[in-house]
């Protein structure tokens, strides 16, 4: 309940163009049943419990691996809270909605 | 050219809920003239130098000690290209394309 | 193997001052075996597999949560190499070494 | 002051091994006069003000660009406390002694 997970996946010793593993990360969450929130620097999902994000990670990594990855660094942003339930859409339209009561 | 900077501020000291203060610190990247993308974890903007970001942090970081936080705790996830030119926009969209050529 | 994850542990609505609930994580990870470097910003550890991971994050939110933490944001960085092994501690030494070859 | 910042620098497409990029990194905060901590996944710095995290940034980009990376992802942990002056070297300390008050 309430846990969002954000992935950053960061291929090494691929060249710099790492579009296409970022996008079979996402296609692993999605196959995963997960809803991911695919934004210009990382990727947000919500997820049951904590011990998924090592599941996530174990499938994301052989899947890049698989592709020729030797070496792969992931940033993972875990937000567990658990005084109350925030959808992971209303996060950044919280945001906006506060913007919009006080605009510019 | 080309450098993508994605902001997730975090007070402390100001109890569990922040997003007033991540609230501010968009309106703070509109003030200064950036097109802030907030997505649920973070907020990215496109700059125009390296040294735009310690003055958006210092921006930010004063508007967020002004409200009240004592400490502020901010990740900052710079993407600085150099060989080729894409728009933060486009991050993401490339991303769904490459999944749409080969659907789940 | 080879997989290093490094964790920032950030709880929300307990005040300005972690220090305690960074120690207690600190604590969880020696409790389960694992020998953490502490650093001025995060602690890093060698894990034998990716779902560990969760194991590791469970253990920790459970523990912050117990202790009063009603919001934990947790970012970890995973490395995880498969061409080579490179031991931990090894890493800052390497750093260390290939500036000494070259001084100021 | 009591601003400190931990930098992550992954430079992409020049091969899995980083560990001379790293290297480069830190040398260029010695000669700006910084005395960084070097850990396993990054480096820590005390700094004056936030807008020096810019013109570090710029200086270390530069370096890695000038030594053939392509594309340079940076991660910067920003941590300031205005309510309290705590030393870089003092906050694993101070973990450490929590430890030792209340061993395993």
Known sequence: MGIHATFKVI????GPSISKYVAEAVRVLREMGYKPVVGPADTSVEVG???EIGRILRRIHDTLTAMGAPRIITIITVD???????PLEYKAE????LLSLKPL
């Open 80 to 86: 567990d809270r658990r005084d109350k339930d925030t």
């Open 49 to 51: 419990s904590l011990e």
């Open 11 to 14: 291929p090494l010793g691929v």
């Open 94 to 97: 919280k945001v906006e909605s």
